[in-house]
C-alpha cells in the first residue's frame, strides 16, 4: 500500500446536509478522485487518518467531497481546517510528471523552435500551479506556469525545458532594477 502523498486541498465547511465539504487551496489534479478511493485527512501528513471517498467533484467554482460514513453537516464540523491527501496513483501522478527544484534551477530554456530563451533561476510553489522563473540574457525574468500548455518537455538530464511562450507572458517579465526596488 502506497502512502497519501499528494496533497489536495483543505476542507473549509460543509456544503449541504448531506455531509458534502467544500476544499479550497485545491490543486489541479490530473484525474479526478474515484468513489472508493481512499485519502487521508490530518493536520498534517503524519497524522492524518484513512477515509474512503463517496463523491468527488472539482470544477473551476468549487471543489467537493464526500465520504462514507459522513453523513451531516455536523459531521463536517470536526474535518475543518484539515488537508486532504490522496495517493499519487489515485489523482494521476506519477514519477515523470514532477520534478525536485534542483532538477529544474539553472536549465536553459528553449522554444519550440530551439531558440535559446534563458535560464530557471527560481521555483516559487503555488496552490494552483508552481511557477518557474526564467532569467532572460538581458536581465528580464518572466514567470512560467507549470502548466502543458507552457512546459512542453523537461528533459533534466540534458538541463534542457521546451516552452511555448503564451501571448503575453513575455510582457509579464521584470527588469533587475525593478526587482532590486522591492
Known amino acids: ?76 464540523t470536526p474535518l475543518v481546517d ?20 534542483g532538477d529544474v534551477e539553472g536549465c536553459t530554456v528553449i522554444d519550440e523552435s530551439g531558440a535559446i530563451l534563458g535560464t530557471i533561476t527560481d521555483v516559487w510553489l503555488m496552490p494552483a500551479n508552481d511557477v518557474w522563473v526564467m532569467t532572460l540574457p538581458d536581465g528580464r525574468t518572466i514567470p512560467l506556469p507549470v502548466i502543458d500548455d507552457v512546459i512542453l518537455t523537461v528533459d533534466p538530464q540534458a538541463r534542457l525545458i521546451t516552452v511555448r511562450l503564451l501571448p503575453g507572458l513575455a510582457e509579464l517579465g521584470t527588469a533587475a532594477e525593478e526587482r532590486d526596488d522591492e
Do not use: K, N, W
Open 1 to 76: 500500500m502506497s502512502t497519501f502523498d499528494e496533497y489536495l486541498g483543505v476542507i473549509t465547511r460543509s456544503h449541504g446536509l448531506d455531509g458534502t465539504m467544500v476544499l479550497t487551496d485545491v490543486v489541479v489534479l490530473p484525474r479526478p478522485l474515484t468513489p472508493g478511493s481512499e485519502v487521508a485527512i490530518g493536520y498534517s501528513r503524519d497524522f492524518a487518518q484513512p477515509h474512503v471517498v463517496a463523491h468527488f467533484e472539482s470544477t473551476p467554482f468549487r471543489t467537493t467531497l464526500r465520504l462514507l460514513g459522513v453523513t451531516s453537516a455536523e459531521a463536517v
Open 82 to 101: 484539515q488537508a486532504v491527501y490522496a495517493r499519487s496513483s489515485d489523482v494521476g501522478i506519477d514519477a515523470t510528471s514532477r520534478f525536485r527544484i
